[in-house]
Each structure stands twice: as structure tokens, then as C-alpha cells.
């Protein structure tokens, strides 16, 4: 048998490149005559922007720690042992970019084993162990603190969360064995499940409290002096924990049983991860962690070596990295200041916008619209928007009061945008009003403004070209609802310059959008692909399968919806409209569906009715039912599932042989943050090269091998 030092040893050989945590160790004496105490401080040696992580060098140094802790506890010379971490961060888990880098399953067995062989001797210990939650813990930061006798934590503590279901793990360093066992199955299933599979949800130091992980609460300010005080309390008797008893009975299995129906609602059975933690969760019932410790190590093992993790860590790369740094984006210095916005129109999309522009620029923002009532709807839709926020105590009043005096509304477009530096236009998808309004935009906007266009499919370049300076127009393609997704595709258009580019992409960042550079092509990147996959479903509809089939064919995707709830949400008329658009450009590939035509003109706002006596569940409206005409060719769910993956990958295929994006990560980066398609997938790229369907279709790969799978 190799000893944990041996197994670490060899991991960190597999892993040059580890950010190496330290563990330090100090004494002191305690107060109220509590005795010489020992605590370990975790550090990687870098300020609180790069947080503390444990790769197989840094289980190392914890072990080297322990071990000295552990010889003076067994000779009486300490009373306790404490573990905590640098300012502002406690430890956030498993180093991801070494678990990348694993090729064999032994070798993913080993890091499972090293962290449980290492934080399970804490409890081990001749003296009771203390976490001191100071700071942002997740994953194995919250696990290491699991094994210690007791815990509190921080009421400034930001973010503590298991996440690893999230990319495609489990919580495998004691998560999901100990936690049910302190706090329930019902909360832990709530804590390792539910949080995760709802992006990724992060407790507050409070609610870590409440829930019951940690056994006391402090303020920051003074977070280890007073942890220590009570430290010393309990060492000394005078404060007792009490934990209540848990539920091992029908509570547990139903826990287990709530958890699998929404890793169900959330993921459809495509992916494994949160299964297998329930399998743990479930068999820890008994109270047995050995046993789940050992089971912990096997699915973690065979989850590294499964493509849905290399996925998930691709895809959370992607958004942490790629979408931090655009691909294409011209040098930031070319950016010009923006202290003054515009806004023209003055409905939904319209003031949604404007209110984004206003929290995150703080600068001035008027509207215009065609005529004062609307222009006044859209300043008080903002209006009511700020009172929201100063009434959940987001914002204070002086905040609330300064934003209301800065967003204003007028008719005349000369009063309103003579002085501003950026102008977005929200109004009707129609080339020729488009047109009409950036003439008239451009007749009293300084020479420097840039004039942005929302629109969702028509062509940026034609916009621009009856202008005096089409180098300024630029694509700045918003998600609805605009406050929740992150992405914003920005268009650069056959006359765009660099500085209106590099201005736009200034703009993003500060909105805190994850901007993506494309190619002035039509309906640009989520709208096509989004397209592509809605026509093919319609399709095979209107050839004669029946609409459950159609829907059920798509499950095992895990989508956040099914395709005809999103056309609902969309609006049948747009993604009409947008189908339209894309068959005058594409015509031998995306169709008009007859079905969804006679649909919109029916005045239906989608294919569903919901009625509270099923439980609000989609079911097929008559009235819609009545209006479809098909044909007899009905398909299977998965003759239908590999047409439409067939019709993706093929669009895929064209739009980068087309130049549309710089590569396939940008097409996942806009379907991660555009459309909320899966992390376990990857985007869409990592799944399809996965199912064999990019060779299928394309005859090769989109992505190298080792790329959001294991290394060959």
C-alpha cells in the first residue's frame, strides 16, 4: 500500500504547475486558562484575487502540518488545533487545471484518496479541531473544515458552496458522507444539489450558521479574536455545542428521493454527477464514513475520467477566462470615454437597457421615442425599476435619488444627443426604420458617437451604409431579460473601425457583460444556431411526429428549457420573424414552418396552456392542436435527437469555415451565457465531438482532443 505522502508525491509530479498553498503553524495560549493551542494557516502567498486551492503539493504541506500538530497533541503540549485561512479567503478546493491534466484512472483515484487521507486526520486528532471560516470556502475548503470537531464562521463571509455538481463532480473530500450525517440529508441535499444545479448558488456566512455547518457566528471585523475567545470557551468548558439529532428515517429517503426530482427537473438524466452524490447521500444514512469516504473516491475517480467534468471545466474556463478577455478585440487604449448615453425608443427592451446603462455607467442617459407618452413610460419604468432596488435595500436613498436625476426622456433627438458618446437604438426589427432612425441620429450626434444597433438578425453593415460615417456603427446584440444574461454579442460591421470597436467593448465591461466579437453575419451566432435547431424540431412537427416526441427527442441535452417553452419565451412572432430572415439568406437550410406561421396568425403566444389542475405543466392547446397540418412521417426520439444535432453540427461547421467567430469556444461562450445551455455540456462543441456527431457530420472534431475531454 502507498502511504499518503508516497500517493501525494506522485500526483504532484503529474502537476508542475500547482499555485502551492502552505500550511502554516503557530501557538499561543488561549484565554480563561484554556491551554497552548496550535493553528494552521492556509496561504498560498498571493493577495485574496488569487485564492487558496489545494493540488497534490499543497495536500502535502497540510499533511507535514498535521503531522506536527499531531506528535504535540499526543505528548500534552496543546490543548486544540484551529485551521483557517489568509484574509478574505479560507480555501476554495480542489486545484482544477491539475485534475485537467489526468489521464489514467488510478491517477484520479489518488486525489480522491490523498484529500480524504489527509483531512480525515484532523479528526483524528488526540485534541478536538477547530475550522475558522474567515472568508470565501468551496469545495474542499468547506471539506477540510467538515472533518474538524467544530466550526464558525464569518458574517462577511461572501460566498460558501459545494459546487462540484455544478462542473460535474462530487463533492468528494467528505462533502457529501459527513455533511448529511451534521446537518440532515434534507439540507445537504439542498446544499450539494439544489444550490449547485441552480448556477451555482453561494451561502452567505449567515445562512451557514442557520443551516447548521457552523456552531457559532462573528462579525468580520474581528473574526479570529472572538473565534478564539469562544474557542477557549468550549476547550474550558463553559459553552457546550449542542447539534440536534438527525433524522435517519423516512426524512433521509425522502430527502434523497426530492434531490433526484430536480437533478431530473435540471439535467434530464444527461449527466451523471449528481446521481452519484446522491448514491453517497443515500448510503451514508447509517452514519458510516469510511464507507462513504471509499465511495466518494470511486465516483470521483470515474467522473475525472468522464467527459461531462472535462466539459464542465472547459465551459467554467471559458466564462472565467475567455469571456474576461475577448478573442479579436482590439487594444482597449483605442477606447473613447463615455459620459453622456442615448437611448432611442422607449419600450420594454428599450428601458431595460437604459436602466443597465444607468446602475453600471452612472453617467446620464436619455430616451426618445415617437411621442411623450411613450417617451414618459419608458423614464418611469426606470424610475419604478430604482424604487424596486432602494426597497430590497440594494441601494440607499442618496444612491436611488442621484440615478432618478440622472435618466431623463425627450422628443427632440437634437436636444437629447447633441453632447452624448454612445447611442443605442431599440426599435423596430426593420431594416429601413433602422436606417431612417441612425440618419437621423447621426444628423445632430457628435462626429466622435458611437451608434449601436441591438438588432437580433439584420445586417449591421447595411445599416450603416447610407451613413456619412458607417465606421462608427457597431452590433451590441443583448439577451432578453438584458439583467440576467451575461452575454453581449458585438458585431463589427464591413466599415466598423477599431476605436468604435475598442469603445464598444468598453462599454461591455463595464455593464459587466461577457462580450463575444462576431462577424457581421446574419442573425450572428446564438440567434442562427437557436434557429437552426427550432426549424429542424418544426420540421420533423410539420412532417407528421407528434409535438411530446419532438420535445422528449431533445431531454437528454439537459437544455434549462424545452425548445418550444423557449419559443414561447422568445414570442412565436420573432422567432417567425427571425426564421425568415435566415431563409432569404440561407434558403436551401432553414425553412419558414407553415405550422408556426398559422400559429402566429392566430394570435397564439405558444404552443402550451398551462392550467393549475395538472400543476401547471405544459400541455398542448387544442386550439393549437386544431391548427397544425402534417404530414405521415413519424420518426423516433432518437431519430429526431440526431437529425437536429446533425442540422447543429452542420451550422456549426459553416459559421467557422465562414469566419463568423474567431473559434468553436466563442460558439459555446455565446451558448453558455446567451441561452443558459448546460456547463456538463460544455456549450454544445464538447457534446457533439463526444456523441460522434462533428465527425458524422463535418469529419473531424471541433475541438483537440485533451480540450473539454481526457488527454489521449
Not at 474538524?148 to 467528505?174: D, H, I, N, Q
Request: hydrophobic content about 45%; overall charge negative.
Amino acid at each position: 500500500m502507498s502511504t499518503t505522502a508516497e500517493l501525494l508525491k506522485g500526483a504532484a509530479e503529474l502537476f508542475p504547475d500547482e499555485v502551492v498553498t502552505s500550511a502554516h503553524v503557530r501557538h499561543f495560549e488561549l484565554p480563561a486558562g484554556a491551554g497552548r493551542f496550535a493553528l494552521i494557516t492556509l496561504d498560498n502567498g498571493f493577495d485574496h484575487t488569487k485564492p487558496t486551492t489545494f493540488g497534490p503539493q499543497s495536500l502535502a504541506n497540510l499533511n507535514t502540518a498535521i503531522d506536527q500538530v499531531e506528535a504535540e497533541a499526543a505528548n500534552g503540549e496543546i490543548t486544540g488545533v484551529g485551521i483557517t485561512g489568509k484574509p478574505f479567503i479560507f480555501a476554495v478546493g480542489a486545484d482544477l487545471k491539475g485534475v485537467e491534466l489526468l489521464k489514467k484512472h488510478d491517477d484520479a483515484l489518488a486525489i480522491g484518496k490523498g484529500g480524504h487521507d489527509v483531512f480525515k486526520r484532523l479528526s483524528a486528532l488526540a485534541v478536538p479541531t477547530f475550522a475558522y471560516y474567515n472568508g470565501a470556502a468551496m469545495g474542499g475548503g468547506v471539506e477540510v473544515g467538515l472533518h474538524c470537531t467544530y466550526r464558525t464562521v464569518s458574517k462577511a463571509l461572501p460566498a460558501f458552496s459545494l459546487p462540484e455538481v455544478f462542473l460535474g463532480l462530487v463533492p468528494g473530500w467528505g462533502g457529501c458522507a459527513i455533511l448529511p450525517n451534521l446537518i440532515g440529508a434534507e439540507k445537504a441535499v439542498s446544499v450539494v444539489i439544489e444550490n449547485s444545479l441552480n448556477q451555482n448558488r453561494q451561502l452567505k456566512g449567515k445562512q451557514v450558521f442557520e443551516l447548521g455547518i457552523a456552531d457559532a457566528l462573528f462579525e468580520g471585523a474581528d473574526f479570529l479574536e472572538q473565534s478564539l475567545i469562544w474557542t477557549a470557551s468550549v476547550l474550558n468548558g463553559s459553552v457546550t455545542v449542542e447539534r440536534p439529532a438527525i433524522d435517519r428515517g423516512e426524512a433521509w429517503d425522502q430527502a434523497v428521493a426530492k434531490g433526484r426530482a430536480i437533478a431530473d427537473s435540471k439535467v434530464h438524466g444527461a449527466a451523471p454527477a449528481a446521481y452519484r452524490a446522491l448514491e453517497i447521500i443515500e448510503a451514508a444514512k447509517d452514519g458510516d464514513l469510511q464507507k462513504g469516504f471509499d465511495a466518494e473516491d470511486q465516483a470521483l475517480a470515474d467522473l475525472i475520467m468522464g467527459g461531462e467534468l472535462r466539459s464542465g471545466i472547459y465551459a467554467f474556463n471559458l466564462v472565467q477566462k475567455r469571456g474576461k478577455r475577448p478573442a479579436g478585440a482590439p487594444d482597449k487604449s483605442l477606447a473613447r470615454p463615455v459620459t453622456k448615453v442615448g437611448v432611442v425608443g422607449a419600450g420594454l427592451m428599450a428601458s431595460q437597457l437604459a436602466l443597465l446603462f444607468l446602475r453600471r455607467l452612472e453617467v446620464p442617459v436619455v430616451l426618445t421615442d415617437i411621442d411623450q407618452e411613450r417617451v414618459d413610460k419608458g423614464v418611469g419604468y426606470v424610475h419604478a425599476e430604482i424604487e424596486k432596488l432602494l426597497g430590497k435595500g440594494r441601494i440607499n436613498q442618496d444612491k436611488a435619488n442621484r440615478l432618478k436625476g440622472l435618466v431623463s426622456g425627450v422628443l427632440d433627438k437634437a436636444a437629447g444627443f447633441s453632447d452624448a458618446d454612445f447611442i443605442i437604438e431599440a426599435v423596430f426589427e426593420e431594416m429601413s426604420v433602422k436606417q431612417k432612425v441612425f440618419a437621423e441620429v447621426e444628423a445632430v450626434a457628435p462626429a466622435h458617437a458611437i451608434l449601436a444597433t441591438n438588432t437580433s438578425s439584420l445586417s449591421v453593415s447595411e445599416m450603416a451604409s447610407k451613413l456619412q460615417n458607417p465606421e462608427r456603427v457597431v452590433g451590441f446584440h443583448f439577451f432578453n431579460p438584458v439583467a440576467i444574461l451575461p452575454l453581449l454579442e458585438i458585431v463589427r460591421g464591413e466599415q466598423t473601425d477599431d476605436a468604435s470597436l475598442a469603445t464598444a467593448f468598453g462599454v461591455a465591461k463595464k455593464l459587466k457583460k461577457t462580450a463575444v466579437l462576431t462577424k457581421d453575419a446574419p442573425a450572428f451566432v446564438v440567434n442562427r444556431i437557436l434557429t437552426r435547431f427550432m426549424g429542424e424540431i418544426q420540421n420533423v412537427i410539420d412532417e407528421g411526429t407528434s409535438v411530446e416526441t419532438a420535445e422528449k427527442a431533445i431531454e437528454p441535452l439537459g437544455l434549462p428549457m424545452s425548445p418550444l417553452v423557449l419559443l414561447e419565451l422568445v414570442g412565436p412572432a420573432i422567432g417567425l420573424h427571425v426564421s425568415e430572415t435566415l431563409n432569404r439568406s440561407f434558403p436551401e437550410r432553414f425553412t419558414v414552418s407553415p405550422n408556426l406561421k398559422r400559429v402566429v396568425e392566430a394570435g397564439k403566444r405558444g404552443f402550451y396552456v398551462y392550467n393549475a389542475e395538472n400543476g401547471f405543466k405544459p400541455e398542448l392547446d387544442p386550439e393549437v392542436a386544431a391548427l397544425l397540418v402534417q404530414g405521415d412521417t413519424v420518426l423516433t426520439e432518437e431519430q429526431v435527437r440526431d437529425r437536429v444535432l446533425d442540422a447543429v453540427a452542420q451550422e456549426i461547421g459553416l459559421m467557422l469555415e465562414e469566419g463568423v467567430v474567431a473559434e468553436a469556444q466563442d460558439i459555446d461562450l455565446c451558448l453558455i451565457t446567451g441561452a443558459g445551455w448546460p456547463f456538463h455540456l460544455g456549450g454544445i462543441t464538447p457534446y457533439l465531438d463526444r456523441e460522434g456527431v462533428s465527425e458524422r457530420v463535418n469529419g473531424k472534431r471541433f475541438l483537440a482532443q485533451g480540450v473539454a475531454s481526457v488527454p489521449a
